[in-house]
């Protein structure tokens, strides 16, 4: 009840005024700081807030007492099972959202009482207004607590006002808020906003209405609830219409309506008249009636008295249907709530209003120990040190570690726990004091939290309580109360109340103290130069800005967190659904269907390890002598023997011949433990014991703790013990989907103990997990491993489609996902294979053992069980468990066994490049953790369909067979396949797919481990799955054209529908436009594009793709949707919408995955290889494909993502050159065949048949059709098709079905090509050997010919008859004898051949025999220019073979003087004086830095080694490698095996080495060396490393020196380097992430199209913008600005004119001069004296800001002139007269662009080459660039200026022109009803005109136009009447006459 006092007490009674002046005496008596006496009392700002005056406080002297007291019995803390509903009629609440004192007392009030359900009344805001964009919802955000909000307003009058008499609403909080019935509930149908409802359905078929409404009292006030309500009815014609009998009637029916459907009613209403005695009231309660209780006064026996501040009798009261229980029910004092009428509190049973109990979700207790305050973990570390010292604890580990069994260990490691279990406990009990956090922290709130401590220890001191005096006085002393003992007891508590007063306002206002605090620490820190405590209040004010935003935006958004478990249903026998509510039911349902006997945990008990004869020969752990007879591959097996267990056990014995025994580190050291903790993350959750993470992270800092607790840890692994702390584990249940509360569909997510999991990560998360690939054994097809992607998964899935379309093979994939993967691994076969794997079997049985002696505790919403579920004797638990830290590592060990014994039984694909053949891989599926996928292509061999299908269906059987052997089972609902062939359809000329759907033929049938058979889903090619969040499909579609379904959907609708569900949340919020672009950029996209790599869809379809949603969010982010689509998704910084452009996203993304992958061993790099080289066959006029016109030539290429990728470089002019793909012409003078046939002129038709017949008959190049000697055409190409299983190149080409027709152009072809049938032009010799099959050979000695076949055989023909032309075969199957001479044959009868020419082929290329000739075949000599030797190259192989080769690199950049250039020096010199070799280079590019230069040079002396190797591929030995750049050599040292993320910085040169440079078959070693020790030393005492490293700094500095920066050279590709990307017409050289430069230069041409076709700007002075700068400029500053730049330059702004030609009616004319029509140009050349003088103000800041940063004075002389001019001269004008070509240069430059766009940011390029120059010469402080950004800023700035000038004219509410045009407009019309007088009205309104009007000149103009309002509603209503009067005199006539 104090706390109700307290809060009563601001109502104000007789007392007031005199406790106001003695409060005023107490400040005084208290103000010893001379601080308090400044700020008003506690009481004054208490009426303040109210609005009080004192006349009103001498009214309500008269108040009767009973007011001011609780009516009925106060409100406790609610209980379990108690609805609390609070009523108030509040008397207006403002709709902002800071410092709003009346919300700010409505949220305190909710939250002090736990209010679910509040009902308020007169809320008078106005809704429909725009400036009111905060709704209920914002106002009374929930936290935490889901708020639900129905609430009704006039919707009629429009936005008059902000403020609106009236109105009512119901919100709902919490639990309550999952019965709320969103479809029913709603407001007043009539749209006045008379009452709103809400409805809650429960169980049982209860349903309960909650009804706030408010019966307006009879007013004459214009803009009143009465007179709205009568304004409306008049304009239904119903001008007799009485509103407050009108909402009785309407109210009461619908009360009956609801009733007589059997619902319960609540009614909260304010009746402005007697709830007793007047009708409303009795209509409620009377047994005719509704026969409602009145609550409050039913509960109490006594009825209510005044409910208004000022009134006598109970206008306001609640009722409820009487079979709604009521457990409580009060009318609180005056002045409790927030506004002038008494509020209820009443407390409803909830099984009466839902029928079940809502759960109140328990709350963990706070953690003391909180890592983050550096003094709270010292002061832990230091207790808990002091504790184990003190109890010796350590001689429990020594004990252990002594102990000869492992029961004496146990016990002594036991000792050891409980021991620290207390000592823990007890240190984090005495870290910290936790405090309420209330109050945000600053210096001003804790003077008066100390002040309030004190002066309630002294009153303790005064009623007798022990206190330290001392201490007392001390704080006095230090917070300047002087005399503390000696102060009364009345005075204190005086003091007190003015210091808890002055903390509640601190706990509302604090956060703006907060800042305060922040903001004068912050420059403190600046003042000190303390940069260390500068960085950490930086990191406080950045932290707590983004919370307070992200909390703002995920609120306007609606997105809440998930709900903990509070229900779950189980599935009956019989198919029918229970569910569980309470906490008993709820925990042993999950108890019985998860951890049951049988349930999840039991299923891994069906592997066959874990039956028979296996059991007893493994156990659970694998301990056994069978387990090592397994592991040693000596095991033999039964003759009932599993099969698939058997090929584990073979797998697995392979794997332990492949790695040593217990090569996997068990024992943890200190440094270990230390540095994986200090990564962890604090908040994670943990086990039951209380030992969080915090215990951990603060020990890492202690080296004593780390030792402690990783002694511990190893002992336990090391001796195979789980300890018994660790046996109990936390599981957590989660719901997988939203609303799923099916007990089978949870995921159970177990809470290990911190150190445990922590260890589990350590051994099998890092080190089993290393080991793996230390061996090479981590399989490709395992997307979940480190530095992998689910996209890269989904991508491998999409190139392995891609192949088998192009080359239109047959080919089969399974998708064969695994159940509950973690939970159904067998511990046998999991100990087996982690023993293979390295890890010692004690460390196994350690954790295994943990989980099967596991105890389950459950974490629901009900908090922690006291009960668990433990397993049997007989049958213990298994499986890994997720939130295990081991699981992850442990399911990929596993699922490498099994591909490892799937592939060894020959299953899978074969990927074969086909222009290099050495270039294969077999990849047996995709697994991205339990998501699988086996496929089957064989490139090796043309395969039928029912071969693919034999094949693909052993394979999944296989997978099945492997995967029940280890325990798991596969997912029947998620298990489909796709065969996939195709057909070729001559009418439509097109290959199509076979559909094998349908054929029963082709059927897969599996089985579940207990022999339940079923069949696999067979799926049309056309049908699209998602995995991996990627839909995809065969047939490569983008667009689902499969219609078994609506969820089936292409990758481009997925697109599609994530946007849309996103965009919907927006949509339906109150977000700002800030928070909007912020939510585009972090939540929107990010989502949206996830994936997008995989998607194939052409350019247009892309671009289309969002568009509507893009329409649809504009409005929301401040844009017009009338504005040009095309500005959508124009980047921002060429004055574009912001939305991001899909097409060049997408770019982006493929060009990073192709970067990344191609040219790369990996699996998809090997993919990708192939479909290039597919693409390059297909195609076939170029060994630079992506030159090509993709316009001219896509339809000569089938659909894939290399396609999708040559479209956008197409389209946006990226480069994409191929440097790794070996093809050349074979002969000297060849030419690709496709572009000779262009050249004779054929169409595009033909050109396209020609095309088809070439890959038939596997030709590339002219010298492929011609006889061996190039003179003639070979005839077999033009009188015949090749045969089917006929190969006529080495090459695969794609499967083709040429017509007649086509066969006949070809023909017609070859003819034009060789008429008379020698060709016109003749070739030259032979340079290689090519593609081309030449079987044929001939022997001139003998006259013979022999044919080759490829088994090493041949056969032998002797000429024909003498005719030494003619010859048959002799005789077949002879051994090969190698001619070097090929010919061409041509069959002229059966059998009988002819001889048509001969020619020697050149012999196998000769390798390079010296350095100089291998680096000169790698190409890319320019890193080589420089190189300098010192003896001879040989000295290389002689030092690494002795290890005394010593190679040092530095780089070197200079970013002041050359940004955009590079460099590196290298020195290779032996040790022993043999040689030394010498080089440096530099490199030109945008991606320049000192980093790149050091891997420059670390490339370097890789590829020369590499080279040496290349010489002598069997060279062993070592070289020392030095760098001074620790970063460089770390990441050269550790390169991955096969990829580099684009991600990485200069992925390009690390690809590199990675690709060429891993199998040096000699040892390198790194090590660092300090740079610049000749700084500090002399030469003679640097080591003869540093000395080189000084050199190679020399060398690299000079290479910079001797670079011309003004050459316009462009980045050259590394040697090797498989592939380059370039953008800005081959310039600029991609070398890692493409995103920002791709993005900027696709923009770019998208900006130059639009900028053209809007007129803004022509192609070439588009070329002249400095867009580089100005770019970055736009992206530097505010968004909304970037927003106004964008509608400024693109004439989309809300001028005057724009605005005329949606409304015909609005002027066109310019607010300020009124003579010319306003456009955005018009804006900043208005002539307007005041917009001229506001012109020339900013343009002095221009010239000050010049001044201020060093501008060359010419530049500023000449940019104040143009600016000043204000579009009257040329740049060319303002510099007439100087000589400078330089200047004059830049003014021609400028005014291409012209005077507009300048001043709109769009500067020449001129400029910052001028002001860099000036810089170098020491003129500025500014880059050139810097200095251009920044210009260009404060341009735009400029004009900016003066839309703010011309907004404040127009916008002003008072003063602006639309209020002056409104007021003027609201004149005439008051004048004209003045006029017409009394006249037209009737007697109820004549007062109407007595009314007084306020001066309009002076107001806002609300309360004329409610006025206006009323006198036309009052004229219409009399008119009505008078017509209805007249037609009834009228017909009364009628009858009488």
Known sequence: MTAIDRRARRVVDAETLRELQREALIEEAIDETGTVGELPSAVEERFLREHFTR?????????????????????????????????ENINGLNNRMSGNTKLDRGREMLDELEVDIAAFNEIKINFNHKKNINGLAQLFNGGESEVKVIHGCNVHEGAISRVQEGGTGVLTFGQLAEQFDHMNSGQDVTGLGRFSFSRYIGENGISTWVVCGYQPCKSKGPSTSYQQQRRYFIEKRQPDVKPRDKFFEDFIALLKRWRDEGDRIIVCLDANENIYTKRIGRALTEIDGLAMKEVVGDYTGKQLGATYFRGSQPIDGVWATKDIEVLNACVMPVGYGMGDHRCFVVDFSLSSLVGRSLVRVKKLKARRLNTKLPRVAERYNQLLEQNLIRHKVDDDHRTAYLAETKEEARLALASSEEKSKQYMAHAESKCRKIKAGRIPFSAESVTWIKRSEVYRTLLRHHAGRKVNRGNLKRKCKKLKILRPFNIPVVE?????????????????????????????????????????????????????????????????????????????????????????????????????????????????????????????????????????????????????????????????????????????????????????????KETTSSSISGFHFGHYIAGAESEYLSNYHAVKISLALMRGISLSRWQRGLACMLEKKAGSRLVTKLRSILLLEADLNKANKIIYGNRMMNNIRKYHLMPEEIFSEKNRTADDGALAKILFFDIGRQLRTPSAIASVDASNCYDRIAHAIASLVFQAFGVEQSATESMLTTIQEMRYFLRTAYGDSKRCANSTLEVKYQ??????????????????????????????????????????????????VDDTDIIHINMKKRETINEVYSALAASVRSWNNLLMATGGTLHPDKCFYYMISYYYDEKKQLWLYEDHSDDCYFDIELSLPDGTPFLMKHHSVEHPETMLGVATSPSGSCRSKCRCSEECKGPLDVLIEKASDCAQKVLGSKVNRRQFWTWLSACFWPKVSFGLCCNTAAIKDLQASLQKTYYQLMPVGGMIRTAPKELRDLDIGFYGGGFPNVSIECAIQQLNKLMMHYGCPSGNGIKVQVSMDLFLIELGRAHQPFDESFQQYQSWVTPSWVKSIWEKADHYGYKVVLNNIDNPFPRVGDKWLMRVFEDLQFSSQELRQLNRVRLHQQVLFLSDILCVRGTKIDTKYKKRLRWENEKWSKLDFPAEEPSSKDFKVWQSALSQLAPGGLLSIRLGNWVHIGHKLQPWRYCAASNRLFRYHDNDFMDIFPPYDNNPRRYVKDGGDYAQVQYSVACTVEEVDPAIYRLISHASLPGQSVPPSTLWEVLDHWGSMWMWDDLELTGSFEFLVEAIIDGSLVCVADGSFIKEMYPDICSAAFIMECSKGRGRLIGKFSEKTLAACAYRGELLGLLAIHLLLLAVNKLTPTLSGSTQIYSDCLGALHNVENLPPHRIPSSCRHSDILKNIMIHCRALTFNTIFSHVSAHKLDHFAWKELSRPEQLNEQCDSGAKMAIYDTDPNAGMAAQPLPLEPICVYVDQGKEKMTSDTGKRVRFHGHRKLAREIFAKRQILLPSAFAQVDWINVNKALHEVPRLFQLWACKQVHDIAGTNWRLHKCDQNHSPLCPSCLDERETCAHVIMCEEENRVKCFHMSADNLQTWLQSVGTCDVLEKYIMRFVRSRNGNRFVECVAGDQDPIVNKLARSQDQIGWRRFMEGMISKEFCEIQETHRRLGGSYLSGAKWAQSLSIKLMEMTHSQWLVRNFLIHDKISGMLALERKEELQIAIEEQQEMGLEGLGEEDKYLMEINLDDLETTSGEHQAYWLLSVKAARDAFLIRRQRAQAALRRSQHNHG
Not at 564 to 570: K, L, N
Not at 904 to 926: N, Q, R, Y
């Open 492 to 680: 204190i508590a005086a003091r007190l109340k003015a210091c808890d007063s002055k903390c509640d306002h601190f706990r509302k206002h604090g956060h703006h103290y907060r800042k305060k605090h922040l903001d004068r620490r912050l420059e403190v820190a600046k003042k000190k130069c303390d940069e260390a405590a500068e960085k950490r209040i930086l990191a406080i004010i950045k932290g707590e800005r983004d919370r307070r935003f992200w909390r703002k935006l995920n609120y306007n958004l609606g997105k809440r967190m998930g709900g903990s478990i509070r229900a779950v249903q189980v599935e009956t026998d019989g198919g029918d659904v229970v569910e569980y509510d309470t906490k008993d039911t709820v925990e042993k349902a999950i108890l019985e269907n998860i951890h049951g006997e049988g349930k999840r945990f039991y299923h891994a008990e069906e592997a066959p390890i874990c039956k028979g004869r296996l059991r007893g020969q493994f156990g659970y752990n694998a301990d056994t002598v069978a387990a090592r007879a397994v592991l040693d591959g000596t095991y033999e097996f039964s003759e009932d023997y599993h099969e698939a267990t058997n090929q584990l056990f073979e797998q697995i014995a392979k794997i332990r011949s492949l790695v040593p025994m217990n090569s996997v580190e068990t024992l943890i050291d200190e440094a270990t433990w230390a540095s994986s903790w200090r990564r962890s």
């Open 879 to 928: 499986g890994l468990c997720q939130g295990n830290g081991a699981a992850p590592a442990g399911w990929a060990a596993i699922s490498i066994t099994i591909l490892m014994a799937h592939k060894a039984d020959g299953h899978g694909a074969t990927f074969v490049c086909p222009f290099t053949p050495s270039k294969s891989i077999d990849l047996a599926a995709i697994l991205f």
């Open 55 to 87: 006349q009103e406080l001498e009214e309500v002297r008269a108040i009767d007492d009973d007011l001011m007291k609780v009516h009925g019995r106060a409100p406790q803390s609610k209980r379990e099972g108690v609805v609390r509903l609070l009523y």
